[in-house]
């Protein structure tokens, strides 16, 4: 088979194509398709903030995002991303993303994701208070408790979380429970921080169990070392894995020992940048995606896997940490090489799990302790995996196709009782 280049621009096409696969698997029909692709709500805003510049002040005008997918199954609830790139056909496809995985989890929510088309580095922690603030301010009129709940995502983080609640709570009163991911001294949950690196974790070891290798015998590389790929290695080389690779934004570093991932945190923490780091190797992003390794795990951001370089793609697994790490013909050229690819929707779904146990401690106002939100994530996905991988080997389909499969059954379902 051959693979042509694809151009996801502004939008996505791979969700689309992995969409439509378990269509066909379903049989739906024209009128369920369109149902179940149409987002509920789609809102724009202008957000007008003063900057600082080398001249003085002057005035940026940003322009934010909500869309609010599919709520048949609960409140909406998705993340709020800050990146110069994001627009509406990004934000479209991760609300619809968000559907399929708070469906697949099996918990009470919808899909939403919002951003701001904004570098975060570029301004003053002033400067994205205002920002943030100004955008919650706008976007007020569509969110609530049990309408629509944001959490962190890329770009953004607890500090902005504590911002969006209290411009919230200025017209609605002490309202923890509209974002989370909030600081757990203004009602966050513990473990909320660490949930989605710990998920992909968690997740990598049951998805290499299953295939019936050992995680002491695994190399293990991770493109992307912020917060989901600093807390996915760390929690995977506790659990026996050498980690022979990380990288960020400005490249990586190698050790065929294994890298001491918490001595490279505190030393990307300090110099902000993984380059240098003692006892390790330099090496760029495109070489860490083709290091041969067992488990590639991209963290970092969208498309960082097509069609240009999947077929120079070393590892005998993926694991996708960030959302939407391959486009579809990268899947589909590595689902011919017989590379299994255990898919965002169950991976990192960790975020959005315990943001839903955050959000049930602010409704209950009662806190849990941090071990009982780690032992109920983990036990959820790794029964959610079992799931999948039983539908995926009962219909002899891959696990991305039998994941979406049982996510939009639940969705469609959720739609047909209520009479939708």
């Given amino acids: 088979m051959t693979f042509?280049?694809?151009?996801?621009g502004c939008g996505d096409e791979s969700q689309l194509q992995f969409v439509s696969r378990a269509f066909e698997r379903l049989g739906l029909r024209d009128d369920q398709r369109e149902l179940l692709l149409s987002s509920f709500r789609e809102t724009q805003v202008s957000i007008p903030v003063k900057v600082r510049t080398a001249d003085g002040e002057s005035l940026r005008t940003f322009t934010g995002f909500r869309v609010q997918h599919n709520h048949a199954r609960g409140p909406f609830k998705g993340g709020l991303r800050y990146h110069p790139s994001v627009c509406l056909g990004e934000v479209r496809a991760l609300a619809q993303?968000?559907?399929?995985?708070t469906a697949l989890v099996d918990i009470p929510f919808g899909g939403a994701k919002g951003g701001i088309n904004v570098d975060p580095k570029s301004l003053s922690l002033d400067e994205l208070e205002m920002l943030s603030k100004r955008f919650m301010q706008k976007m007020t009129p569509v969110l609530g408790v049990h309408e629509d709940v944001m959490a962190p995502d890329v770009g953004t983080d607890p500090q902005t979380m504590a911002w969006l609640m209290e411009a919230y709570s200025k017209a609605h009163g002490y309202t923890p429970g509209v974002v989370t991911g909030k600081p757990v001294e203004l009602g966050g949950s513990p473990g909320r921080l660490e949930a989605t690196g710990l998920g992909v974790a968690?997740?990598?070891?049951?998805?290499?169990?299953?295939l019936g290798w050992a995680m002491k015998t695994l190399k293990i590389a991770l493109q992307g070392f912020g917060n989901v790929g600093y807390h996915a290695a760390h929690a995977l080389a506790a659990m026996g894995?050498?980690?022979?690779?990380?990288?960020d934004s400005s490249g990586g570093v190698y050790a065929e020992q294994g890298l001491d991932i918490a001595a490279a945190g505190r030393?990307?923490?300090h110099a902000g940048t993984l380059a240098g780091l003692p006892g390790a190797e330099p090496l760029s992003n495109a070489e860490l995606l083709a290091l041969p390794c067992d488990v590639l795990i991209p963290a970092a951001l969208g498309h960082a896997i097509d069609t240009h370089n999947a077929a120079r793609v070393g590892a005998r697994l993926i694991v996708e940490g960030a959302n939407m790490p391959l486009t579809h013909l990268a899947d589909a050229a590595l689902r011919e090489r017989g590379v299994p690819v255990v898919p965002d929707i169950i991976a990192n779904a960790g975020g959005v799990l315990t943001s839903y146990y955050e959000w049930v401690?602010?409704?209950?106002?009662?806190?849990?302790?941090?071990?009982?939100?780690?032992?109920?994530l983990e036990k959820r996905l790794v029964r959610t995996f079992h799931e999948v991988r039983d539908v995926s080997e009962h219909h002899q389909i891959d696990l991305r196709t039998a994941a979406y499969v049982l996510a939009i059954q639940r969705v469609a379902r959720a739609l047909t009782l209520r009479g939708l």
């Avoid at 042509?4 to 996801?8: G, L, S, T």
């Avoid at 993303?97 to 995985?101: E, F, G, I, P, R």
């Avoid at 894995?241 to 990288?247: D, G, L, N, Q, T």
């Avoid at 009662?366 to 780690?374: A, K, Q, S, Y």
């Fill in 361 to 376: 401690q602010n409704l209950q106002q009662f806190p849990w302790e941090r071990g009982t939100v780690l032992r109920r």
């Fill in 202 to 210: 968690f997740v990598t070891r049951v998805a290499v169990e299953s």
């Fill in 267 to 269: 030393y990307r923490a």
């Fill in 241 to 247: 894995a050498r980690i022979v690779a990380v990288s």
């Fill in 97 to 101: 993303l968000m559907t399929w995985k």
């Fill in 4 to 8: 042509v280049d694809e151009h996801p």
